[in-house]
């Protein structure tokens, strides 16, 4: 684990000679190659949500969890980098506010670029959570702690000061690049540290035939029972997730979060940049065997009991062989144990009685079951590694949205580049501290996933809407962007006060406001909620960009798409292009999806 | 970016995989620490597979900055211009 931390703390170092302007330090000088963009690409993403997070939805909900993959995250990686990509890259913006200036107006990026700065720290904040979570709960630092006579209750608030200060250092230093480059690392470790897990789970349990018999029916397929939401263990139907998944939330992320739109505009050009999504595509449809596998895994597997065994020596001796399991452990199921609260030690229940099973500690559990001495410390920082990488991305994201977008804008305007590259570097800081006081505010979740994904919706969904009609009718105003945007995320909240799902408490699951209907599940609740959030946004930035004079056409050129010379790609060599790499990308995702139907 | 990162990347990997390796080498004959993996001795067989994708990586890289070495530099292209948006 030293190793690793020295090597991503000595990229930071040897990179800091290139940070020399703002454009280096917020963009990495636009000069990166597609390879590099497109394993940060899906680098990025691969925090503490993807690794953690799809291991608990595995363990809670089965293969559909895969629909994330397939119908969440492919499609709209590869609209993204042939549609969207131009536009992006081509109008210089250096973030998706500047865009929306760019294509809108002043009050639309400024309502982004808060909401965004306000999402992306928050999600900072939950990687840093699970971290020390995730380092209390596999007792890292207790021997440490023990020895130095300091209180055990403090692992969790040292873990997280440490993970803060080992990425404020390295991009404090590097800037993006140095965060690409780490997420890159972390990419390939996190193969390292997750494929032999998986290879020794599905051996251990029998094959994908021993994991069929462990497991219920319903976990085993990706498609089976989506028409009702009774008969599929997400509580969903086939419009909910072909519309909340597919279309808006999936698109609403990997089209305009800037935490991974940043990695692909920083390329050397147009045509690597259109690429990075598509490159990142592939890895993505394998993922799901690496970090959803171990869920399903832990659940199969059988749970551990205390158990007595009693034998008689041959000397006539009886002894009784009491192996002891903690309670959270037998009140769980497989590997995946009961949800304790940390504060108290007591087990956490749910509104019917049944004790919350904790899915985040499946694949951590996993880890801790199959793994020997040595390979573990690989697994572990492989862990690690994507927490930190999942927190890099937000934290770079954030220091440029809020110097280019909030603090140049709306600050200081017109002052040195080297101000600004300052500027840059303490609002690393300062995400970073905000991103520790939101930390603490996660422990009320049983599953990272549902956290972001209702975050998200909140913010995203209405967000997709704005750019589609921005990026494909020149009719769109700034009014009705502006508007809109307000109205969708008005009602994604209205839609969470007004809903709660059926295992949950009234609070911070919904239903502050009243209880009006009861959704199966949280992930049901959360893509009903941004379908909400999108049509809202969608009607009212029409009725009101009709109302509205817009901009003539001659300021919209090479920002929308009717009005855009398409880039000529003639001179590649057609399978080299990105629309036969997007094809070949999705016919992949369908195949996969074939075979696990 | 005149630093490839496969040198880095390739650096780190190589020492992994000698270290688990090694480790995986001298506690061949135990037992009971691989009772956990299924007898399978995982520190040696993974550390080799890391160690030689590590080497490929950093010989990759190194070639292609000896490549980047023998180029002349490219042409000052217009980032001037472009500073302090």
């Keep these: ?597 | 970016m005149s630093l490839d990162l496969r040198i880095p990347m390739g650096l780190m990997f190589t020492f992994v995989g000698i270290i688990l390796s090694v480790f995986g080498l001298r506690t061949n004959g135990d037992a009971a620490l691989y009772a956990k993996s299924l007898g399978i001795n995982a520190n040696l067989w993974w550390g080799l597979v890391l160690l030689v994708f590590g080497f490929t990586m950093f010989l990759l890289g190194r070639r292609r900055q000896l490549q980047l070495a023998k180029e002349p530099p490219p042409a000052r292209e217009e980032g001037e211009a472009r500073r302090g948006h």
């Design chain 1, 1 to 597: 684990m030293l190793l690793y931390f020295v090597f991503v703390i000595g990229i930071g170092f040897a990179l800091k000679r290139y940070m020399k302007t703002s454009k280096d330090f917020f963009q990495a000088g636009r000069a990166l190659p597609a390879w590099i963009c497109g394993l940060a690409f899906i680098s990025a993403n691969l925090g503490a949500q993807e690794v953690i997070g799809m291991g608990a939805s595995g363990a809670k909900y089965g293969l559909e969890t895969a629909h994330f993959y397939g119908i969440g995250a492919i499609p709209a990686m590869v609209f993204v980098g042939i549609f969207m990509m131009p536009f992006y890259y081509g109008s210089k913006a250096r973030s998706v506010p500047e865009f929306l200036r760019l294509r809108f107006d002043e009050k639309t990026r400024g309502l982004n670029a808060c909401s965004f700065a306000v999402m992306t720290v928050f999600s900072s904040g939950i990687s840093m959570y699970a971290m020390a979570r995730l380092i209390q709960a596999l007792h890292v630092f207790d021997g440490l702690f023990y020895q130095l006579g300091w209180p055990q209750g403090g692992i969790f608030t040292f873990s997280i000061v440490l993970s803060a200060v080992i990425v404020l250092l390295y991009i404090f230093l590097g800037g993006l690049t140095s965060a690409i480059y780490n997420e890159v690392l972390q990419f390939f470790l996190i193969i390292a540290g997750f494929l032999p897990l998986v290879l020794l789970g599905l051996k251990n349990i029998g094959g994908w035939a021993g994991l069929k018999a462990s497991v219920p029916v319903a976990y085993m397929h990706e498609w089976k029972g989506v028409l009702h939401s009774n008969t599929n263990p997400m509580g969903i139907e086939i419009i909910g997730i072909g519309m909340g998944l597919g279309f808006v939330l999936g698109s609403g992320y990997w089209c305009t979060d800037f935490l991974v739109i940043q990695t692909a505009m920083a390329s050397k050009d147009m045509e690597s940049a259109r690429r990075v999504p598509l490159i990142a595509a592939v890895p993505k449809m394998l993922f799901p065997f690496l970090v959803i596998l171990p869920g399903l895994l832990a659940i199969g597997l059988p749970t551990p009991h205390t158990s007595t065994v009693v034998t008689t020596e041959s000397n006539g001796a009886i002894v009784h062989n009491i192996s002891v399991v903690p309670k959270e452990v037998e009140d769980g199921r497989g590997l995946v144990p009961a949800k304790i609260n940390p504060l108290t030690g007591q087990a956490m229940l749910d509104a019917s009685g049944h004790p919350l099973l904790d899915y985040d500690m499946a694949t951590p559990n996993m880890l801790l079951h199959y793994f020997p001495t040595g390979i573990l410390g690989l697994g572990l920082t492989a862990l690690l590694a994507s927490f930190m990488s999942g927190m890099a991305g937000n934290v770079t994201a954030f220091n440029t949205v809020f110097t280019y977008d909030l603090y140049q804008s709306y600050i200081h305007k017109g002052a040195s580049d080297r101000h600004y590259l300052a500027v840059g570097r303490w609002a690393t800081v300062g995400g970073i501290l905000l991103s520790i006081a939101t930390a603490y505010a996660a422990i009320n979740f049983n599953n990272i996933m549902d956290t972001l994904q209702l975050v998200f919706s909140f913010v995203n969904a209405p967000l997709f809407a704005t750019f589609l009609l921005g990026m494909f009718s020149k009719r769109t105003t700034g009014h009705g962007a502006f508007s809109g945007l307000i109205a969708g995320t008005a009602a994604a909240m209205l839609h969470h006060g007004l809903t709660l799902p059926i295992e949950a408490h009234a609070g911070i699951h919904g239903g502050w406001i009243t209880v009006i209907h009861h959704y199966p599940s949280d992930m049901a609740q959360n893509f009903w909620g941004a379908i909400f959030a999108f049509s809202t946004n969608f009607v009212v930035a029409v009725v009101v960009s009709l109302c509205t004079k817009p901009r003539p056409e001659s300021e919209l050129v090479g920002l929308v798409h009717s009005l855009t010379p398409k880039p000529s790609m003639a001179h590649l060599a057609w399978w080299k292009r990105p629309e036969a790499l997007g094809i070949a990308v999705l016919l992949g995702a369908v195949a996969l999806n074939i075979f696990f139907a």
